[in-house]
């Protein structure tokens, strides 16, 4: 690419991974003309939150992080002192919003599109056409590369071999963990939370502090992290009757007078305006429905760039990850490859998925991994500098398992004492003495 080819970028999505895409190809190179697509009307993806219109968003209103903010934080733009260890759902918006102002709104280079929505990508005459729509209408438009990132907590995964619960979603009996908002509609009724990961754990907690009583289904109940004591910890679900509000489980009990279940059960892979053939591609065969969602990716590099063409790359399908400098990180890595200085492997064996949720500890391995692809080309094309992990964040990495545990207890003591006072769940205020660090 010579100084004055100019080529054209599109980003499909303005949460973390598009904002962070775009703030790095703007300062690597300026031969890049960048759009950013964002079906929202404002930035920040899942993140945004906004007072109205709520509804089919994935946050709730009282989340916190389970990522500390020092391990959070993007290349070079630290979260304000203000800010507590743990960030509210508010403050990570807030902090986008900063890097939005910072980075991307002044930019000549980058043109954003908010309330429009890509409806369809296809590869055509070497180049990448996106149709988009808006209130004004449908637009085309051709792109020499494009960064999908849409995100995947947009359709949401449940069990498939529960008898009897299509009944209990019929009578909105059984949600999933997208459609949570608050405890108030669990006053003094039995719930059934499915799940203990980060959402499942905090959704458990805060009904306790309204709820009758509230039970935590998960795979492997003797191996459950410590959380609200006056949740009961049992195995997965097996059926559940919705005239007799029982729900038997996979040990045999029986669970009587369930008022509601909710799944806090993850989500699926889904790009339904991708072109089909390159679905399949990166979502596989067997996949769940006519959109074709799936819980795992095919023929991505490096858990990115379609080896079939690597002017198509995705960015943050890894789960489990530290997000927002992960992002940067994969961005550095993006404008090499589409600058073809930086080869990749183009043969990949699609039947064969790749770990998209890094066990623990594991993900440093892919940072590192990251990195040294990156310091291995001898003239880069962006000077992007992204976040190291050096020996300090490997350490709080490391560490942040625990210490997430020892904050799920003191949110369940928070929890208990608002049970006393029966008071429906909120934050503790941001310096309230629950630190257990100084």
């Known amino acids: 690419m010579t100084v004055n080819d100019k080529k054209r970028l599109a980003i499909i999505g303005g949460g973390p991974g598009g904002l962070a895409a775009a703030r790095v190809f703007s300062q690597s190179s300026a031969n890049f003309e960048i759009e950013i697509f964002v079906k929202d009307y404002d930035i920040g993806g899942v993140w945004h939150y906004p007072k109205q219109g709520q509804d089919g968003r994935v946050m709730y209103d009282h989340l916190e992080t389970n990522i500390s903010k020092e391990l959070m934080q993007f290349s070079g733009f630290p979260f304000k002192a203000s800010v507590p260890l743990y960030p509210s759902r508010k403050d990570i918006w807030e902090y986008l919003k900063n890097y939005y102002d910072e980075f991307i709104v002044n930019q000549d280079a980058i043109t954003i599109h908010f309330n429009t929505e890509v409806s369809y990508l296809e590869k055509k005459?070497?180049?990448?056409?996106?149709?988009?729509?808006?209130?004004?209408?449908?637009t085309k438009s051709d792109f020499d590369f494009v960064i999908v990132a849409s995100g995947h907590y947009s359709v949401p995964k449940?069990?498939?071999?529960?008898?009897?619960?299509?009944?209990?979603f019929d009578n909105r009996g059984a949600i999933h963990s997208k459609d949570f908002k608050n405890c108030e509609f669990a006053r003094d009724k039995v719930v059934i939370v499915a799940g203990n990961g980060s959402s499942g754990q905090d959704i458990a907690n805060q009904l306790t502090t309204v709820a009758k009583k509230v039970y935590n289904s998960i795979k492997e109940p003797a191996n459950s992290q410590p959380g609200a004591k006056s949740t009961d910890t049992i195995p997965t679900i097996n059926g559940c009757d919705w005239k007799s509000h029982s729900v038997t489980l996979s040990d045999g009990r029986i669970i009587q007078d369930v008022d509601y279940i909710i799944f806090a059960t993850g989500y699926y892979?889904?790009?339904?305006?991708?072109?089909?053939?390159?679905?399949?591609?990166?979502?596989?065969?067997?996949v769940t429905d006519d959109?074709?969602?799936?819980?795992?990716?095919?023929?991505?590099?490096?858990?990115?760039i379609y080896v079939k063409d690597p002017t198509l790359s995705f960015i943050l399908t890894p789960q489990l990850v530290i997000p927002f400098p992960l992002s940067e990180l994969q961005a550095a890595i993006m404008v090499e490859v589409f600058c073809k200085n930086l080869p990749i492997t183009t043969e990949f064996d699609s039947s064969v998925c790749g770990a998209h949720n890094f066990p623990k500890g594991k993900d440093l391995v892919h940072y590192a991994e990251l990195q040294a692809l990156l310091d291995g080309i001898p003239h880069r094309i962006g000077h992007f500098k992204p976040v190291k992990w050096d020996e300090r964040l490997i350490e709080l990495?490391?560490?942040?398992?625990?210490?997430?545990?020892?904050r799920n207890v003191l949110l369940a003591e928070h929890a208990q004492a608002l049970n006393k006072k029966k008071v429906p769940y909120f934050l503790p205020a941001p310096h309230a003495q629950l630190k257990f660090k100084d």
């Open 125 to 138: 005459n070497s180049h990448w056409k996106v149709t988009s729509k808006n209130e004004l209408g449908t």
């Open 291 to 304: 959109k074709r969602s799936s819980v795992n990716l095919h023929n991505l590099w490096e858990h990115m």
């Open 397 to 406: 990495r490391n560490a942040s398992y625990s210490d997430k545990e020892e």
């Open 269 to 286: 892979y889904s790009y339904p305006f991708i072109e089909p053939s390159i679905r399949l591609d990166i979502l596989g065969e067997g």
């Open 158 to 168: 449940f069990p498939s071999d529960i008898t009897g619960l299509e009944q209990w």
